[in-house]
């Protein structure tokens, strides 16, 4: 544990910085890749390649959704931008879930086993899959560390699935926001995507918060029941127990 907390610690903090650079360098890093992307648009089948592009940073930790997201609505524009964000936003979360789904359910089986908290949250996350899916997708929270966490927890894919189609118009704000950034920056064209980028900003934190303190009090809700089944498990014979996985709970869709 020693030897993993100071990787741990740098991977967060590289995170941290890099996520910073895009907030304060977002239309710098915009413009530098635009001629780029414009070429990329000229060729016959170049919307396929921003469509591989999603896939790829929608495995954790990689990311970079909202610049290609942007690029797409500066350069496609905003119907055919925001087709494209949707479709490789959905083909590569999907992806990121099955990918957990199968490779790292023993990892999230065991923090289930060791720490009360994470088996509470899978208890939320199976009962309520649907709505709490749907509120932290709509937040702050990037989409694809939230897809690993539903899937090891144990959520339904059809729960998952519903929620990440009804929580792309997200989406499509960021590309209208790269449709915005093409027009004169003195027009009235530009001055309301500023506008409407600033109240979108301060939704989407009010929204962060509610998920935040929606999830917690589900948790602190629910903690007292996983600590009774556990102490029922304990008084089972030991010749009797089994081991519960995600894989014993059915999801029930509101």
């Not at 089986?109 to 199976?126: E, F, G, H, P, T």
């Not at 939230?146 to 959520?155: H, L």
């Not at 301060?202 to 809700?221: G, P």
Request: proline share 5%; net charge positive.
């Amino acid at each position: 544990m020693n030897r993993i907390a100071p990787v741990t610690c740098v991977c967060l903090v590289t995170i941290i910085v890099l996520g910073c650079l895009f907030v304060f360098f977002h239309k710098q890093i915009v413009r530098t890749l635009q001629p780029a992307v414009e070429q990329i648009h000229d060729w016959k089948f170049g919307w396929l390649i921003p469509i591989a592009m999603f896939f790829v940073i929608s495995f954790p930790p990689l990311f970079g959704h909202e610049i290609l997201a942007i690029l797409c609505g500066l350069v496609w524009g905003a119907r055919v931008g925001f087709a494209i964000t949707a479709a490789g936003t959905f083909i590569g979360e999907v992806a990121n879930f099955y990918t957990f789904k199968h490779f790292c359910q023993a990892r999230g089986d065991k923090l289930q086993k060791d720490s009360i908290m994470c088996a509470a949250l899978c208890k939320v996350v199976r009962e309520r899959g649907f709505k709490v899916a749907l509120v932290a997708r709509y937040s702050a929270i990037p989409g694809h560390l939230t897809t690993a966490i539903f899937s090891v927890c144990g959520m339904g894919i059809v729960a998952f699935m519903l929620a990440a189609v009804l929580s792309l118009p997200k989406q499509f704000i960021t590309v209208y926001i790269g449709v915005m950034l093409e027009s004169d920056p003195n027009s009235s064209a530009a001055s309301t995507g500023r506008s409407i980028g600033d109240v979108i900003g301060a939704i989407t934190l009010l929204v962060t918060f509610a998920a935040m303190w929606y999830i917690n009090k589900a948790v602190n809700k629910v903690k007292p029941q996983v600590i009774q089944e556990r102490q029922k498990s304990r008084s089972v014979p030991p010749h009797t127990k089994r081991r519960l996985t995600a894989h014993d709970f059915t999801l029930q869709l509101p």
